[in-house]
């Protein structure tokens, strides 16, 4: 403040780090942001912050911003500065060219979440309308898709069921494969406080992680399974909830499908499927699964309390992450655990708009508002709208783009603020994948990994430069404003209308208000939504139309599902592939920490850097010792896939036989030792389970 001067006047906006999806009053001199104070009217923070949000600014005017669009033919040239018409019409008769030449379903693109609703939902539109084709996916690929998958075959839509704040009515909190006090802070600091009111606690995550032991927080149970095994424990919690008569038979009588109650009942209920016969597969003493089904069910208080469940990465980034979704699910339901304050199913999304990317058509298969490509009816409204003719087939995720363009069919892409040559797994088969296409064109803030591939760099805006909307973790859409004009000259949406022009589709919108008023009229979760609405509210909640408050829906599925009876589904377990053998003996698993955000693109450019300068690998003592490493030692690590070096920090955080790493330095390369495995159902990648062998070194 000393240095900058007094603010002149402030702006109020939406953090673009976490789904908490926090309010910032963003102060400003001129265009020069002096600081950013937590808003005390924003629903999801209420006045409070993290150090990420606080210092996020700072990355906005760092000298690595490039401002001025570049091509080059190939990818071993230096960059050329050009015009913004120079390189979109150069963008766009590429992706001609090679659609003429390929086919047009050799072309695709990747939407962000770190995008507004607005911008994503123009990406897709252009893949559909403009490429004539369904090759779109978003970067909740790598994380919820899942979270999509699981609460959408089960409850009928992919969210939430509550707001943060009713957590303060909840008696027993589960929180599976999730670090709300590193990845989510400060929704974390609304729940340590109900913790410490008196709130029970059960821990289900491979590492001893902060809530465990937090000061006056004592978990009544920490279920410390080994990675990979989530459904085993999903189902043996299940299946005490079954044969120890602990159903809420009212609830699931009224609200859910009978057949399938009775067909997943059956299924747990087998011996195979019990907290003894899981107890060697998870790690997990079966007391201790037993302890935690019954306080889980009764809810506290005598059996008469509120439990509810959140979930993070550890839950969707395995190989069984959909079944893992769907078995907290099931598990809610056969609770009477759905539908009213103090319960429910709350996934903690990892981006801010992870929720908005998926709403907004993200995936190949789906329109936005999650209806199915297929849907002729569906598809003729938006066919209507776009005056187009849309492909009725799915088109390729992320990891089939990837193969496709190794096998030589598909050839170009469009990524807009994403960076999968670092943040998929095997990064590797990422570079050739991206390395074999014809044109890859990157639009992004910094020249980042991708656009080492890339033959076109449209820059992009910041969120200060941004004026549109996000919605957080609780379906609540905020609005994003701008506090300074965008660098380049140009907002992203205004990128993408132009490249779609350039391609010879118009597009005419003058204002993101009008985008957002297209997809309200095509999205029925959408319905109602505007930015005037936004506006005069603060904030509102999807759904938010004509039959709910005008501020929308703080609780879903209060008298009945989406879908109408809630669903439930058998959850086998199946133990993953990444199997440990004498030559890679360890399970690797990953995380976050509080200062630095998912690949550190941008907290890396801020004051954050200060608390987290390096990932390092967490280690057993055991496993350390047998190894003779000490603590800050340097460590190679291999897995399959490839290896890396890192310091390594002994601590028992982590089990014998696991060690753990954080993602937020491109030169620890995790990514690089991470698998390419994934999710049966979405191809989620298995970020969580990789076998891997770890030795001293010397230093790098
Ligand atoms: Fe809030 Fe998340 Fe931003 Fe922190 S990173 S200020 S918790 S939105």
Same mark, same amino acid.
């Given at each position: 403040v000393i240095e900058l001067g007094q603010p002149e006047h402030s702006v109020i906006t939406t953090c673009a780090y976490c789904g908490v999806g926090c309010s910032f009053k963003a102060e400003m001199k001129g265009t020069q942001v002096v600081r950013m104070l937590p808003w005390k009217d924003g629903k999801a923070n209420e006045g409070h912050s993290c150090i990420k949000g606080r210092f996020a600014w700072g990355y906005a005017t760092h000298k690595d911003r490039l401002t001025r669009p570049m091509i080059r033919d190939k990818i071993t040239d230096p960059w050329r500065e050009v015009s913004w018409d120079e390189a979109l019409s150069h963008a766009a008769g590429e992706f001609r060219r090679i659609q003429s030449t390929y086919g047009r379903d050799s072309v695709g693109g990747i939407t962000s979440s770190r995008c507004t609703n607005e911008e994503t939902y123009l990406v897709q539109k252009l893949i559909r309308a403009a490429f004539g084709t369904n090759n779109v996916d978003t970067c909740a690929r790598v994380c919820h898709s899942p979270t999509g998958y699981g609460l959408g075959q089960t409850y009928g839509t992919s969210a939430g069921t509550q707001t943060f704040k009713s957590v303060e009515?909840?008696? +027993? +909190?589960?929180?599976?494969?999730?670090?709300?006090?590193?990845?989510?802070?400060?929704?974390?600091?609304?729940?340590?406080?109900?913790?410490?009111?008196?709130?029970?606690? #059960? @821990?289900?995550?491979?590492?001893?992680i902060d809530l465990v032991d937090a000061p006056h927080i004592k978990a009544d149970f920490h279920l410390q399974l080994k990675p990979g095994t989530n459904v085993a424990v999903i189902t043996a919690l299940a299946h005490v909830i079954v044969t120890e008569g602990l159903v809420n038979e009212a609830y699931v009588a009224e609200r859910c499908d009978p057949k399938s109650f009775q067909q997943w009942r059956e299924f747990v209920s087998k011996p195979e499927n019990?907290?003894?016969?899981?107890?060697?597969?998870?790690?997990?003493?079966?007391?201790?699964? %037993?302890?935690?089904?019954?306080? $889980?069910?009764? &809810?506290?208080?005598?059996?008469? &309390?509120?439990?509810?469940?959140?979930?993070?990465? &550890?839950?969707? /980034?395995?190989?069984?992450g959909s079944t893992m979704v769907i078995g907290i699910a099931n598990l809610a339901m056969a609770c009477g655990m759905v539908g009213r304050e103090g319960v429910g199913v709350n996934p903690l999304r990892g981006q801010n708009n992870v929720q908005g990317s998926c709403d907004m058509g993200s995936f190949p298969h789906e329109l936005p508002g999650y209806r199915h490509i297929s849907d002729s009816t569906v598809r003729s409204q938006f066919e209507a709208a776009w005056g187009v003719t849309l492909n009725p087939e799915p088109g390729l995720r992320i990891p089939n783009m990837l193969d496709a363009a190794l096998e030589g069919s598909f050839k170009a892409l469009y990524v807009q603020g994403e960076d999968p040559a670092?943040?998929?797994?095997?990064?590797?088969? +990422?570079?050739?994948?991206l390395s074999a296409m014809e044109c890859v064109v990157v639009q992004d803030i910094f020249l980042n990994e991708?656009?080492? $591939?890339?033959? @076109?760099?449209?820059?992009?805006?910041?969120?200060?430069?941004?004026?549109?909307?996000?919605?957080?973790? /609780?379906?609540?859409?905020?609005?994003?404003?701008?506090?300074?004009p965008p660098l380049s000259g140009k907002a992203d949406w205004e990128v993408t209308q132009a490249f779609a022009n350039a391609l010879g589709y118009p597009m005419h919108y003058s204002h993101p208000s009008q985008i957002m008023d297209e997809i309200a009229a095509l999205t029925p979760s959408f319905a109602g939504v505007s930015f005037?609405?936004? /506006?005069?509210?603060?904030? +509102? =909640?999807?759904?938010?139309?004509?039959?709910?408050?005008?501020?929308?829906?703080? #609780?879903?599925?209060?008298?009945?599902?989406? %879908?109408?009876?809630?669903?439930?589904?058998?959850? =086998?377990?199946?133990?993953?592939?990444?199997?440990?053998?004498? %030559?890679?003996?360890?399970?690797?698993?990953?995380?976050?920490?509080?200062?630095?955000?998912?690949?550190?693109?941008?907290?890396?450019?801020?004051?954050?850097s200060r608390w987290h300068e390096e990932d390092r690998l967490e280690i057993h003592p055991h496993d350390a010792e047998e190894r003779g490493v000490q603590n800050g030692d340097w460590v190679g690590i291999t897995s399959r896939a490839g290896e890396t070096v890192l310091r390594a920090t002994v601590t028992e955080r982590v089990q014998p036989g696991v060690v753990y790493t954080t993602f937020h330095f491109p030169e620890s390369g995790a990514n690089v030792i991470t698998t390419d495995s994934s999710d049966w159902a979405t191809n989620c990648p298995e970020y969580k389970v990789t076998a891997v062998q770890v030795a001293r070194v010397t230093q790098p």
């Open positions: 009515h909840t008696d +027993v +909190v589960m929180v599976i494969g999730a670090n709300p006090s590193e990845g989510h802070p400060v929704f974390a600091s609304r729940l340590k406080k109900r913790l410490r009111q008196g709130a029970r606690l #059960i @821990v289900v995550d491979p590492r001893r019990s907290p003894e016969a899981f107890e060697q597969v998870s790690g997990v003493p079966a007391e201790l699964v %037993r302890g935690a089904a019954r306080l $889980y069910a009764g &809810g506290g208080r005598g059996g008469q &309390g509120n439990s509810a469940i959140f979930y993070g990465l &550890g839950v969707t /980034e395995h190989a069984q670092q943040s998929d797994p095997n990064t590797q088969h +990422v570079a050739a994948a991708t656009a080492k $591939y890339a033959h @076109v760099f449209l820059p992009g805006a910041s969120f200060l430069e941004k004026d549109g909307t996000f919605t957080n973790a /609780e379906r609540r859409i905020s609005r994003v404003r701008q506090v300074m005037e609405k936004i /506006e005069r509210l603060g904030s +509102v =909640q999807w759904p938010c139309n004509e039959t709910t408050d005008e501020a929308g829906t703080a #609780i879903m599925h209060v008298d009945r599902f989406v %879908r109408g009876k809630g669903r439930f589904l058998p959850t =086998q377990y199946v133990a993953t592939d990444e199997k440990v053998t004498r %030559r890679f003996p360890l399970i690797l698993t990953t995380g976050r920490v509080l200062s630095q955000y998912n690949v550190g693109a941008q907290t890396r450019r801020t004051e954050n």
